[in-house]
């Protein structure tokens, strides 16, 4: 099934974030040593860190407030970010690892009572026909949707040796991937959630993928496929793989 087979059943309403919470606390432990000294979202691909990157993600998508969530070597980010004029970056600091569904609580007095972008810090992400991110705002259905993923093909994607996350059905409605089986499709760690997935989360520490299976059990976590590349930077192998890439396909220029 290609990104153009995913059709709605109904047309999108759309959405128009104007925030977004960027995972940014982690320890990054398999990309240890670098990350023993370097959080890994301070990584560099091309000149540029996979935190920029993100960053410049939104920024092209028009997001005017970004919320920074900051636990191991945060002080680094920070100092870092100092400098940047665009978006707004405010901070949310964790005290204890919150894992990414705690990250999104502290932090959703921040994001406001509409939808909001959560993006993971610590891949990269090209755009391809058009801006990822504003595919996914005209894909957004309100009346049927409390999350939508940006999945990318599994078989295509770079420094990626997993086994997939979802199945997805013409309607663009999720399902996980049974055991020991291979799915199409990975999670790119882009997405758009609805305050009202958090009702009633738990509290402390928790992931988000506990939230994703009471929406899957509803039919209300959807999903669109990018159509440009993703890299899986979670080892130093990937983190090599896309250097490669970058510097190949754009030598000599610090490439957004």
């Given at each position: 099934?290609?990104?153009?087979?995913?059709?709605?059943?109904n047309?999108?309403?759309?959405?128009n974030?104007?925030?977004?919470?960027?995972?940014?606390?982690?320890?990054?432990?398999?990309?240890?040593?670098i990350?023993?000294?370097?959080?890994?979202?301070?990584?560099?691909?091309?000149?540029?860190?996979l935190?920029?990157?993100?960053?410049?993600?939104?920024?092209?998508?028009?997001?005017?407030?970004v919320?920074?969530?900051?636990?191991?070597?945060?002080?680094?980010?920070e100092?870092h970010?100092g400098?940047?004029?665009?978006?707004?970056?405010v901070?949310?600091?964790?005290?204890?690892?919150?894992?990414?569904?705690?990250?999104?609580?502290k932090?959703?007095p921040?994001?406001?009572?509409?939808?909001?972008?959560?993006?993971?810090?610590?891949?990269?992400?090209?755009?391809?026909?058009e801006?990822?991110?504003?595919?996914?705002?005209s894909?957004?259905?309100?009346?049927?949707?409390?999350?939508?993923?940006?999945?990318?093909?599994?078989v295509?994607?770079?420094?990626?040796?997993?086994?997939?996350?979802?199945?997805?059905?013409?309607?663009?409605?999720?399902?996980?991937?049974?055991?020991?089986?291979?799915?199409?499709?990975?999670?790119?760690?882009?997405?758009?959630?609805?305050?009202?997935?958090?009702?009633?989360?738990?509290?402390?520490?928790?992931?988000?993928?506990?939230?994703?299976?009471k929406?899957?059990e509803?039919?209300?976590?959807?999903?669109?496929?990018?159509?440009?590349?993703?890299?899986?930077?979670?080892?130093?192998?990937?983190?090599?793989?896309?250097?490669?890439?970058?510097?190949?396909?754009?030598?000599?220029?610090?490439h957004?």
């Amino acid at each position: 099934m290609t990104a153009d087979d995913l059709k709605f059943l109904n047309k999108p309403s759309g959405c128009n974030p104007d925030s977004a919470i960027v995972l940014s606390a982690g320890k990054g432990l398999r990309m240890r040593p670098i990350t023993d000294s370097t959080p890994k979202p301070m990584i560099q691909v091309g000149g540029r860190t996979l935190l920029d990157r993100t960053l410049d993600r939104l920024e092209d998508s028009q997001i005017k407030k970004v919320v920074v969530n900051l636990h191991h070597l945060g002080a680094q980010i920070e100092r870092h970010l100092g400098s940047r004029k665009s978006p707004d970056i405010v901070f949310s600091y964790e005290d204890e690892l919150l894992e990414t569904g705690g990250g999104v609580v502290k932090a959703l007095p921040q994001l406001g009572k509409t939808p909001f972008y959560v993006v993971n810090a610590d891949a990269m992400l090209l755009n391809g026909s058009e801006i990822a991110l504003d595919r996914m705002k005209s894909a957004w259905d309100d009346g049927v949707m409390d999350g939508l993923l940006l999945l990318h093909s599994t078989v295509e994607a770079y420094g990626y040796q997993g086994r997939g996350d979802f199945w997805v059905d013409p309607s663009g409605v999720i399902t996980r991937r049974p055991e020991r089986e291979v799915s199409p499709y990975l999670f790119t760690g882009t997405q758009i959630l609805h305050p009202r997935l958090f009702k009633n989360a738990p509290k402390g520490a928790f992931s988000l993928n506990v939230l994703y299976d009471k929406a899957i059990e509803a039919q209300r976590l959807f999903a669109i496929v990018h159509d440009g590349e993703w890299f899986h930077i979670g080892t130093p192998d990937g983190l090599a793989e896309a250097e490669t890439y970058v510097q190949t396909r754009y030598p000599g220029i610090r490439h957004r």
